[in-house]
């Protein structure tokens, strides 16, 4: 299971759509509170990339010294349709600052001084330490996932559901009389979640842990051609 620290710092270097929230801008359109860019340093800060006309950085070049408080907000939308589509939130809570002089014409790095995060998403709920989030590493799939995950549900949606027949007693139930259909859902270093639906309108999600966990699409391939080759057996 990833910890709640690398789930975390994966959703922030994912495309997963963010917002950043700022006391007295609750008013402002959340299109203008998007950064177009965000990344982590090696402190564990944030840094993100807005326009200069934004209101986050007008208020963060108003406050200079005085503490800014501010929220990153992240949604993760699973990229494949299907219902109850949102997977996960993460809250990155801290101070914010301008840093002049580090981004292209136009535009300004804010940096968020990381005090606290928190995740929620298909593991669970749970408060993320500083610490633990500078020391984390994001996923070595997130810039992969999205195509890959709409891969494998257009071009193998067949062999998806094969892995009815890897549900173990619940196969039994689920597979019987007539096979659910499949969708993916998550995929991270260290297996595949899918969704099954059933005929009666029920749906209920699986996890396939890979033998051990991968570290490129390269690594993932195999795996993936492992536990279809398991489920055909």
Do not use: K, Y
Request: proline share 7%; charged share 25%; glycine share 6%.
């Amino acid at each position: 299971m990833p910890s709640a620290a690398e789930r975390t710092r994966t959703l922030v270097q994912s495309t997963c759509s963010a917002v950043l929230l700022i006391p007295g801008l609750e008013r402002a359109g959340s299109d203008q509170l998007m950064p177009l860019s965000r990344s982590v340093g090696p402190e564990g800060d944030l840094f993100l990339e807005f326009p200069l006309d934004s209101p986050a950085v007008r208020a963060a070049t108003h406050a200079q010294d005085d503490e800014l408080s501010a929220v990153l907000e992240i949604t993760d939308v699973a990229p494949v349709s299907v219902p109850h589509r949102i997977r996960g939130r993460a809250r990155v809570c801290g101070w914010l600052t301008s840093v002049p002089g580090m981004a292209g014409p136009g535009r300004m790095l804010l940096r968020l001084e990381t005090g606290e995060a928190h995740v929620e998403d298909l593991w669970g709920a749970e408060p993320v330490d500083p610490e633990d989030f500078r020391d984390a590493a994001a996923d070595p799939l997130v810039e992969h996932e999205t195509e890959l995950l709409q891969h494998l549900h257009a071009a193998h949606g067949e062999q998806l559901q094969t892995l009815c027949e890897l549900l173990g007693e619940r196969a039994a139930r689920a597979c019987a009389t007539s096979r659910p259909s499949v969708v993916p859902v998550a995929l991270d270093r260290l297996g595949l979640r899918v969704r099954f639906f059933e005929r009666n309108g029920g749906c209920f999600d699986a996890r396939f842990e890979f033998p051990e966990p991968v570290r490129d699409v390269v690594e993932l391939s195999h795996a993936m051609h492992t536990l279809f080759e398991a489920a055909a057996h």
